[in-house]
């Protein structure tokens, strides 16, 4: 660690941080700088950083927010999760920890759901809505090399249910033993990004090719050695229509689903909310979508 890192912590340790004018945290520059070598940031994300305002880097620091100055985690969800914090900050809006490096494995860091975060910059509105609010923190780091390049308006956790969804996208592109157990010890923000729920380049039903399993190990290679943005759901009308697809819809509840605001439609399919994409053992597909769909409204 850099010296301003150690002085920055021994700060926050001591509660030194007030000015000689008494006003609190008066040397935060300092203690801005001290936060991103503690956390070893990318110069990207450092350079983002720099643009907040006292009060944004205060909360970000988690000074006035309650987060962790150091943040416990894998080199990508560090990045992740700041750059998170960043855009929460940006849009004034609650801010919570990164969930865990892997879905197949005990969750190391506790998960604090929010209702709020659905209905945040990081969606928009709409099925069709374009692209979220941006001055969008960048990101690298995958976990392995490489790694992400920007996120756009993740306000908060954009996947707080990600390892129901892991599970979900080895399920309906019928994955192999062998691509599953690899998917499964991916970084948390690879992962994201081989389901194509961030980036734009892959999506979450595999189409067109002979071997999906294939298709998900060049997935996770390109994943590990390259770089990708982590703007979340940028191809939520795809999934959408793979989602009556699936589910076999009849017409009304496939004009609803056109209907409903970004932030519904992700709860209803089960991505920030315990709802399953494959909805199973019911007489009535459309029936149950209709009763998901009262309960988010």
Same mark, same amino acid.
């Given at each position: 660690?850099?010296?301003?890192?150690?002085? &920055?912590?021994?700060?926050?340790?001591?509660?030194?941080?007030?000015?000689? &004018?008494?006003?609190?945290?008066?040397?935060?520059?300092?203690?801005?700088?001290?936060?991103?070598?503690? %956390?070893?940031?990318?110069?990207?994300?450092?350079?983002?950083? #720099?643009?907040?305002?006292?009060?944004?880097?205060?909360?970000?620091?988690? $000074?006035?927010?309650?987060?962790?100055?150091?943040?416990?985690?894998?080199?990508?969800?560090?990045?992740?999760?700041?750059?998170?914090?960043?855009?929460?900050?940006?849009?004034?809006?609650?801010?919570?920890?990164?969930?865990?490096?892997?879905?197949?494995?005990?969750?190391?860091?506790?998960?604090?759901?929010?209702?709020?975060?659905?209905?945040?910059? *990081? $969606?928009?509105?709409?099925?069709?809505?374009?692209?979220?609010?941006?001055?969008?923190?960048?990101?690298? *780091?995958?976990?392995?090399? +490489? +790694?992400?390049?920007?996120? @756009?308006?993740?306000?908060?956790?954009?996947?707080?249910?990600? #390892?129901?969804?892991?599970?979900? $996208?080895?399920?309906?592109?019928?994955?192999?033993?062998?691509?599953?157990? /690899?998917?499964?010890?991916?970084?948390?923000?690879?992962?994201?990004?081989?389901? +194509?729920?961030?980036?734009?380049? %892959? @999506?979450?039903?595999?189409? +067109?090719?002979?071997?999906?399993?294939?298709?998900?190990?060049?997935?996770?290679?390109?994943?590990?050695?390259? @770089?990708?943005?982590?703007?979340?759901?940028?191809?939520?009308?795809?999934?959408?229509?793979? $989602?009556?697809?699936?589910?076999?819809?009849?017409?009304?509840?496939?004009?609803?689903? #056109?209907?409903?605001?970004?932030?519904?439609?992700?709860?209803?399919?089960?991505?920030?909310?315990?709802?399953?994409?494959?909805?199973? *053992?019911?007489?009535?597909?459309?029936?149950?979508?209709? /009763?998901?769909?009262?309960?988010?409204?």
């Amino acid at each position: 660690r850099t010296r301003a890192a150690a002085a &920055a912590e021994e700060a926050v340790a001591s509660g030194s941080a007030a000015g000689a &004018a008494g006003e609190p945290y008066e040397d935060w520059p300092r203690l801005l700088e001290g936060f991103a070598e503690a %956390n070893a940031l990318s110069q990207e994300l450092r350079r983002n950083l #720099q643009s907040l305002s006292r009060e944004q880097a205060l909360r970000v620091m988690g $000074f006035t927010s309650g987060l962790r100055y150091v943040v416990a985690a894998e080199r990508a969800d560090v990045e992740l999760e700041v750059a998170s914090r960043i855009n929460a900050a940006l849009a004034d809006e609650e801010m919570v920890p990164v969930v865990p490096r892997s879905a197949c494995r005990p969750a190391r860091l506790t998960r604090h759901p929010s209702p709020q975060r659905t209905a945040g910059a *990081g $969606f928009g509105g709409g099925v069709g809505g374009g692209r979220a609010r941006s001055r969008s923190p960048i990101v690298r *780091g995958g976990g392995g090399g +490489g +790694g992400p390049r920007s996120a @756009s308006g993740v306000a908060g956790d954009p996947a707080p249910f990600w #390892q129901q969804n892991l599970k979900t $996208f080895i399920q309906v592109n019928a994955l192999d033993e062998r691509s599953s157990r /690899a998917l499964c010890d991916l970084p948390r923000l690879q992962a994201l990004h081989v389901m +194509g729920l961030v980036g734009r380049e %892959n @999506s979450f039903v595999i189409r +067109g090719v002979r071997n999906t399993s294939a298709t998900v190990m060049n997935r996770m290679q390109k994943a590990q050695e390259g @770089s990708f943005d982590i703007e979340p759901f940028v191809h939520l009308p795809r999934i959408v229509e793979d $989602f009556i697809e699936i589910n076999r819809f009849d017409a009304r509840g496939t004009e609803v689903l #056109q209907t409903l605001r970004r932030e519904v439609l992700l709860h209803v399919m089960g991505f920030t909310a315990e709802n399953a994409f494959v909805i199973a *053992g019911v007489r009535n597909p459309s029936a149950a979508l209709m /009763a998901r769909v009262s309960a988010t409204q």
